[in-house]
């Protein structure tokens, strides 16, 4: 293991001080954008417009053609705050349309397609015991992942700037603590309240989301398959979690209309490249997006 584990109580001040260091050494990239809210099925929808998302894609599109390198392998020195756990690492998002978003990677290679298991969530509660955030996983490129090398996301629910502090917090409040399926929700899904206070142990808490995640494969129909002695995905899925609930929602398509759609759009909150699109969804009502794309 690194000697740069971030110790409990620092990340969130590691995280201010390596995303100004990686600004002011051009390797930190926010992508600006304006917001819209728009009410649709009880949610109130936060929708940004990023005009230049066009840059992420020709920078991307040059890594790519550049031997197809891994970018977290390793990860760039001026984007990682450091160890979060022996297993992952905590690396800022290079490209970011919020800011202070975190990617917590594998330290060794594994493919995004396998099963989440105890390490990844418990790396994840690491995270989320420094502050309020939004943690979530894209299962494959159907659900937005766009690097195969696995790693999950934090978001700070400051960024949502919103109260409650994300549109689908309303709709999952009766949820139980069993999975189960929320009724306000009209997308395909399957949910479960969490004990507000066991983030504070991220090993417990690991250990019950981790339960709860494989009965919610179960339940969708997404059990695991095993090759050659490790665990995949049956099927794409988008997992999003906070303190106080788990969410698992299983993907028929990445998008709606040439709209891509990642886990932060199951939270509500979705992101366009240009008015036209922004019109696109005002006219469908952006929960036809979600029902669209849910499995």
Not at 83 to 107: G, P, Q
Not at 115 to 142: C, H, K, Q, S
Request: proline share 6%.
């Amino acid at each position: 293991m690194s000697d740069t584990l971030i110790q409990p109580g620092t990340l969130w001040e590691s995280i201010l001080d390596r995303s100004e260091a990686a600004i002011a050494a051009g390797k930190l990239h926010t992508i600006a954008t304006r917001r819209t809210r728009i009410e649709d099925g009880g949610m109130r929808f936060s929708i940004r417009i990023a005009e230049n998302l066009r840059r992420k894609a020709e920078e991307t599109a040059g890594r790519e053609t550049r031997e197809r390198a891994d970018p977290f392998l390793p990860p760039e020195a001026e984007l990682t705050a450091g160890d979060i756990s022996a297993s992952h690492r905590a690396v800022l998002n290079k490209f970011n349309v919020v800011e202070h978003h975190l990617l917590i990677v594998t330290r060794e290679f594994e493919e995004q397609e396998q099963v989440l298991n105890r390490a990844d969530f418990e790396a994840l509660w690491m995270a989320m015991r420094e502050y309020p955030a939004l943690g979530f996983y894209n299962g494959g490129t159907i659900a937005g992942a766009s690097q195969r090398h696995k790693h999950l996301q934090a978001v700070p629910l400051s960024a949502f700037e919103g109260a409650p502090a994300l549109p689908v917090d309303p709709l999952l409040e009766s949820s139980p603590a069993e999975p189960s399926i929320a009724s306000g929700l009209p997308f395909r899904h399957c949910a479960a309240r969490l004990d507000p206070e066991q983030f504070r142990s991220p090993s417990r808490a690991a250990l019950v989301t981790y339960g709860l995640y494989r009965e919610m494969l179960e339940q969708l129909g997404l059990p695991p398959l095993t090759r050659e002695g490790t665990e995949f995905q049956s099927g794409p899925y988008n997992l999003l979690m906070t303190r106080e609930w788990l969410m698992v929602v299983p993907r028929r398509c990445e998008h709606w209309d040439a709209i891509s759609i990642n886990a932060l759009g199951f939270a509500g909150s979705l992101f366009v490249q240009n008015q036209a699109e922004l019109e696109k969804i005002r006219e469908a009502g952006p929960m036809t997006l979600l029902k669209s794309a849910a499995g």
